[in-house]
């Protein structure tokens, strides 16, 4: 399956659509998700264009994947959550519940 480069995150990246950002580098935008599923719920994107983890850890680079992660634990700790606990949850395809086909983390606090 292609990346669809007309996907909501893919036009967030791009500034076409707007989001309450909290945090951005060179590998990862994050931002609250619109639809929390919990008292601090935030994305971390991948500026690459990758569908899902799969996708992400089969193609992407080392410097990628460091890059993408240390983005997600910067996130948690701007939002004050390494010390009291969070999860991050990736769903990867269609029957995960995955609605967006572009790499994304979700962090719950």
């Known amino acids: 399956m292609e990346y669809n480069a007309d996907n909501v995150f893919a036009k967030i990246l791009r500034g076409e659509i707007p989001c309450k950002k909290i945090y951005e580098d060179d590998y990862a935008l994050s931002f609250y998700d619109i639809n929390p599923k919990a008292k601090v719920h935030a994305l971390v994107i991948s500026k690459g264009m990758y569908r899902d983890y799969n996708d992400f850890v089969n193609h992407s680079t080392d410097d990628e994947i460091a890059g993408y992660s240390r ?6 700790d701007l939002l004050g959550l390494t010390t009291s ?3 991050i949850v990736f769903n990867t395809g269609k029957d995960s519940g995955q609605e967006v086909p572009h790499l994304h983390a979700h962090i719950l606090g």
């Open 71 to 76: 983005a997600v634990l910067k996130v948690a």
């Open 85 to 87: 606990g969070y999860r």
